[in-house]
């Protein structure tokens, strides 16, 4: 019971490989093994949205998937949105922009839930923007600044004329 | 935190998750989207000595069969909110799933996993009621399918079988002049609903009612059929005050049982609010012609 396994799983496209044991969550082996300390540990029950990855094109709840579940899997962390060349992703700059980033804890599950709203719908409105992101939680900035970030972005990456 | 410690298998079939599970026993569970089995276990609520993950198996299409629609299992909330077919044929499961927990738990949570959960404060196991829908079930006893409304036995708890696991979800498709609409509160957004409802209302050709179904959800151990609360519809036109008055009878005749989302007495004024709701907005859709003309 409880052996470990390896698993073998691309996280920001680097191959990892990890012997794990069946009741280790992806957030821990993300952090530990993976060193992608801005995937954050946050509620553990899939509520608070600070653990957010990206896992085969979706984000998700990386607390509420064992890390062996993720065999095989392509998973993007926050730091994947990163440029090769150091250079933010254009939402993360529209958070600095906007100071929608306090703490900084929620940032990471905020920028990737809300990238990916938009990859799926860019002419999100507002309102649904704050729907998509109804789960992410966040205790400092009281939402509006990053709800302006995102829809500074959003309204920014529509091609112009539009 | 972590679970107890357990021995995790990939099924690449129905047919082999059986065969796994009953090789190992009372400590083994499937595990589908995990997003309500995987925090019971890290809070240790349950221990399992073996998971079944079913991910390698065949989800399937959602696909309409002799007027049902035929959802696999395997079918995440995500796949309802956004499948073409879902949306034109009951509209009222994307409404409803889109009311779901978040957009993470979405992307992975399934129909099957909902169902089979049991919980009574969550979505799908009172629309399907209310609906009329049937799993189909795969155990070592070999399939059956059976009423929706007929494995809920308790909070967290069903008349399935040790093992047995729901295949599918059979939901028939709306007769003409049919509307279905769901309600719920919920104290913050994405949280379990305090209270919830479904409705559906079927019209005849003078614009009179023929038939209405309401199911409760969140007040009690189970779904909660009320329709022969609302039967004084049956046979008018489904105006405001017919409405009220229908909703009142389900209020003074509702066994709420006390849970942690307020007293029986605020749940039962918000049951006659939320069915208030849901079944004037299934009554205007079935006016309408919904769901080919829902917007």
Redesign the interface.
Known sequence: VNARRRIRTEVNGRMIEADVAANQSLTEVLRTVAGATDVKYGCGEGVCGTCCIVLNGEPVNSCLVFAVQADGAVITTLNGLVGDDGRLHPLQEAFLAHGAAQCGFCTAGMVLTAQWLLKRDRSLDREQLRAGLAGNLCRCTGYVKILDAVEDYARRSVPSGD | ????????LRAGSWEEAVALLSEHGEGARA?AG??SL??M???RLTEL?V?V?L?DVDAGAIEVVDGHLVLPALTRY?DLETSAIVRSTLGVLSETA?CI?????R??GTVGGSLAHADPSVELPCLTVALGGRVRTLGAEGARTMPVRDIFSGYFETTLRPHEMITALELPLLPARSGAAFAELTRR??DFASVEVAAVVTLDEDGRCCDVRLVVGAVASRPLDVSRSVAGLLGGHVTDDAVASAVSAVAADIDIEFTAHGSIEYQRRMVEVFAGRALRKAAARASNGYPRAAA
Request: no cysteine.
């Open positions: 935190v972590y679970s107890a410690p357990f021995e995790y595990i995990g997003q995987v925090p276990m890290m809070f000595s998971l993950d991910a995500v889109a927990g978040n957009v993470r738990v992307n992975r957004a994405s």
